[in-house]
């Protein structure tokens, strides 16, 4: 711990002000919640491994979509499940900036994957016969890794700048767990820079992803627009939809938690919001794709009957 970080050692997770009956329920509540947000993602996991016609780049994008939703909420909810049953929510310095770290890193992460599995719906729709070509298990290797990368490193970066922050006290993170906005509240005034720069690549992102997504799907909806069938439009528009679903609820709550401009009730509200991207979001994606794709259906048709087979 450098010099500047001496003066405080730990911090305290305000989290949620409730009477003790309440967060017993939560407790509850959130543990089923996280248990099945983790065997949701393991069942889809599970059944692109096994799948053989699930070997295919939208469902190896799918795959670490998966696996970085198990990751986010793995970073998130156990510490918050903890203070929910212990009166004493400190959380130290070092644990902090730790999931601080892995939170951005897994949040910049799926920005990323969503935005390849974007540009590979865009091929598929508008480059049907070179899908193949352009999409080889290479270039998705390629892909994969590059979102797995960026995310982390833009993460470093923004480990780097607080630990170089001055926190003078006070220790109270009015949140469920460190979050990067919350943590920098608490550093002296005179580091404005180093939170300027933090919270505008916290932005860029957010905006920079979404654009182009925006540029991919304007591609993907002029394309479907020249198809001439009514079953045309309806089989190009199902291979997009759970991507679109899932697009809708990550980045809608992301821009309104850092970018819509603060107010009174913004606090709660971002507690509220980040308790849904950390529980129900890995939560819902896989449902999304489970219940709206007809070929996870059939995988998942599949394996049960050679369940029953055994």
Same mark, same amino acid.
């Given at each position: =711990?450098?010099?500047?970080?001496?003066?405080?050692? #730990?911090?305290?997770?305000?989290? !949620?002000?409730?009477?003790?009956?309440? #967060?017993?329920?939560?407790?509850?509540?959130?543990?089923?919640?996280?248990?099945?947000?983790?065997?949701?993602?393991?069942?889809?996991?599970?059944?692109?491994?096994? @799948?053989?016609?699930?070997?295919? &780049? =939208?469902? !190896?994008?799918?795959? /670490?979509?998966?696996?970085?939703?198990?990751?986010?909420?793995?970073?998130?909810?156990?510490?918050?499940?903890?203070? $929910?049953?212990?009166?004493?929510?400190?959380?130290? *310095?070092?644990?902090?900036?730790?999931?601080?770290?892995?939170?951005?890193? *897994?949040?910049?992460? #799926?920005?990323?994957? +969503?935005?390849?599995?974007?540009? @590979?719906?865009?091929?598929?729709?508008? /480059?049907?016969?070179?899908?193949?070509?352009?999409?080889?298990?290479?270039?998705?290797?390629?892909?994969?890794?590059?979102?797995?990368s960026c995310g982390f490193?833009?993460?470093?970066?923004?480990?780097?700048?607080?630990?170089?922050?001055?926190?003078?006290?006070?220790? @109270?993170?009015? /949140?469920? !767990?460190? #979050?990067?906005?919350?943590?920098?509240?608490?550093a002296c005034a005179d580091?404005?820079?180093?939170?300027?720069?933090? !919270?505008?690549?916290?932005?860029?992102? $957010?905006?920079?992803?979404?654009? +182009?997504?925006?540029?991919?799907?304007?591609?993907?909806?002029?394309?479907?627009?020249?198809?001439?069938?009514?079953?045309?439009?309806?089989?190009?528009?199902?291979?997009?939809?759970?991507?679109?679903?899932?697009?809708?609820?990550? *980045?809608?709550?992301?821009?309104?938690?850092?970018?819509?401009?603060?107010?009174?009730?913004?606090?709660?509200?971002?507690?509220?919001?980040?308790?849904?991207?950390?529980?129900?979001? &890995?939560?819902?994606?896989?449902?999304?794709?489970?219940?709206?794709?007809?070929?996870?259906?059939?995988?998942? /048709?599949?394996?049960?009957?050679?369940?029953?087979?055994?």
């Open positions: =711990m450098g010099v500047n970080q001496s003066w405080v050692t #730990e911090f305290i997770l305000v989290g !949620f002000q409730l009477s003790v009956e309440m #967060e017993v329920l939560l407790f509850w509540i959130f543990s089923l919640l996280y248990i099945f947000s983790l065997l949701a993602n393991g069942m889809i996991l599970g059944l692109i491994c096994l @799948d053989h016609s699930l070997h295919t &780049p =939208m469902y !190896f994008f799918l795959s /670490h979509l998966a696996i970085i939703d198990m990751s986010y909420a793995s970073n998130n909810v156990p510490k918050m499940l903890a203070n $929910l049953m212990n009166k004493k929510r400190t959380i130290s *310095f070092v644990p902090c900036i730790m999931q601080t770290y892995l939170y951005y890193a *897994f949040a910049a992460a #799926e920005c990323l994957i +969503l935005v390849v599995m974007s540009y @590979d719906r865009y091929v598929a729709i508008c /480059h049907p016969l070179q899908y193949t070509v352009i999409m080889s298990w290479r270039v998705c290797t390629i892909l994969a890794v590059m979102s797995w490193a833009l993460s470093l970066v923004h480990a780097i700048l607080l630990l170089r922050l001055p926190f003078c006290g006070p220790r @109270d993170v009015n /949140h469920l !767990f460190c #979050e990067i906005l919350s943590i920098l509240k608490l580091t404005w820079v180093n939170q300027v720069v933090i !919270f505008a690549t916290c932005v860029f992102v $957010l905006v920079g992803p979404l654009c +182009l997504m925006l540029v991919s799907y304007m591609h993907i909806f002029w394309a479907i627009l020249k198809i001439q069938t009514k079953e045309g439009h309806i089989k190009a528009f199902s291979t997009c939809s759970s991507h679109l679903c899932v697009v809708g609820l990550f *980045f809608g709550i992301a821009m309104v938690v850092y970018i819509v401009p603060d107010s009174n009730q913004r606090e709660e509200q971002e507690k509220m919001l980040s308790l849904f991207h950390s529980v129900f979001n &890995p939560m819902l994606n896989p449902l999304i794709y489970s219940l709206r794709n007809a070929q996870v259906k059939g995988a998942l /048709h599949r394996a049960l009957q050679r369940t029953r087979s055994m």
